[in-house]
């Protein structure tokens, strides 16, 4: 494990979930979603990613279409690589992004931002590390209890916002 700074307060996270055209090696990002707790409400702000050119096209899979449910030809229309990390940035300011599957998002965020031009790529924390940083006892048993009694969707938004109203039901107890 890892040695993590302990931040004081869990508004300092912001959960980030990515959908993709695939789970290969190659796959490139194509919905992005971001969570965290403001004043202990969730906020979550999430789009569409157009693919950037360079993206090879070869690796849409269509079981992970199925899984997600966005067709290719929506991200047609989506927002710009550089319009989505413009978006992005701002909101990622001063805050710890975390993921659930950090090895898989930290990838995807760096074919993102290396598409718009952005070389550097802030780290990721590992959910399930902050949340046993953050909570434990009858907290830390509400935040797992809160994530099996809600299935991921497999979308970038509301899971992200799943992830952080897990950590929102802990700081009830």
């Known amino acids: 494990r890892h040695d993590m700074k302990k931040a004081t307060d869990i508004e300092a996270y912001a959960a980030l979930d990515f959908e993709a055209s695939s789970l290969t090696p190659q796959s490139w990002p194509i919905e992005i979603g971001l969570s965290w707790l403001k004043n202990g409400d969730v ?3 999430t789009s569409l990613i157009r693919p950037a050119a360079r993206w090879s096209f070869s690796d849409w899979s269509t079981q992970s279409g199925a899984v997600h449910g966005i067709v290719f030809e929506d991200l047609l229309d989506a927002p710009t690589v550089s319009a989505v990390v413009e978006d992005l940035l701002p909101l990622l300011e001063g805050k710890i992004p ?3 599957a950090p ?6 965020l760096s074919r993102l931002l290396r598409a718009s031009g952005h070389a550097t790529m802030p780290k990721i924390e590992d959910y399930h590390d902050v949340s ?3 909570f434990s006892g009858l907290a830390l048993d ?6 099996e009694r809600h299935p991921a969707p497999h979308r970038a938004g509301p899971d992200s916002a799943r ?8 700081q009830q107890y």
């Open 43 to 45: 906020q979550t702000w």
């Open 98 to 100: 975390v993921s659930d």
């Open 103 to 108: 090895e898989f998002d930290r990838r995807w």
């Open 132 to 134: 046993f940083a953050q």
């Open 142 to 147: 509400m935040v797992y209890e809160n994530l």
């Open 163 to 170: 992830l952080v109203r897990a950590w929102r039901k802990a």
